[in-house]
């Protein structure tokens, strides 16, 4: 068996050993996660920049902060700029709950299998994956 018939065959199997099985992720509704990773990418700004943004009325927008906010996943802060104007940002537990989110594996079986492996091996095996995403990157570059 060749090393790409050898790969392509364990890659189902790991994902089959290590996919999460929770069901619905984080109980996030669309809206919200849209919310969520718009500012992840953008950075605080202010309830009326997030509704054109994401081409939403910004009472929508501004009831879905609200709502993010009271579970503690966004804040509202003065802008340093201009006191007047209002950011809202994600919190520590905002960011935890997107990544949580976006996760494709369960950690918690990965950290288990992981802990069963010598530090060399689990070294080998992320190295390992950072250089075949790498190789594939460099293919799409012209």
Not at 46 to 73: F, K, N, W, Y
Request: proline share 4%.
């Amino acid at each position: 068996m060749s090393e790409v018939d050898a790969f392509c065959a364990a890659f189902p199997k790991a994902y089959l050993a290590f996919h999460r099985r929770d069901g619905r992720r984080s109980g996030l509704t669309n809206a919200s996660r849209a919310v969520l990773t718009h500012l992840a990418g953008s950075g605080p700004i202010t309830i009326g920049e997030a509704s054109r943004h994401l081409d939403r009325a910004q009472s929508v927008v501004s009831e879905i902060v609200s709502q993010l906010e009271g579970h503690g996943l966004l804040e509202r802060e003065p802008d340093p700029a201009d006191r007047r104007r209002t950011l809202v940002w994600l919190t520590d537990a905002g960011l935890a709950r997107l990544r949580q989110d976006s996760d494709v594996l369960d950690r918690a079986l990965v950290a288990e299998a992981m802990d069963r492996l010598d530090t060399t091996t689990r070294r080998g095996l992320i190295d390992g994956l950072h250089a075949l995403v790498a190789a594939a990157r460099r293919k799409e570059q012209p």
